[in-house]
């Protein structure tokens, strides 16, 4: 009887674990790095648009999603039947990775 009683007590813990993440929204733009940093938070869905007009978005998407894409989860990136592109991915860290330097 015990058992039952904590198991529905470990799931109410475990989904307000979660109750701050939201989506962080944007669509790409060259402000970008900087709406990431002010706007977004650590675990938040990043969900960026690069529209079909935007040249080498797979480029500037490869790009975002090595800055600020947690690896240890899945990482979508759909292209639309308008060519658009969606990066959808939980936010690592609103600060970029740094590029290492070349000896």
Known sequence: ???????????????????????????????????IQEQCKDGDLLWVTFTSTEMVNTERAESIKAKHCSFEHEISLTKRPNDDLYLQCILNDNEPRKERLKD
């Open 1 to 35: 009887m015990k058992s039952l009683l904590i198991l529905p007590a470990l799931l109410l813990l475990s989904v307000d674990a979660f109750a701050d993440d939201k989506i962080c929204r944007e669509d790409w733009s060259y402000g970008l790095e900087k709406i």
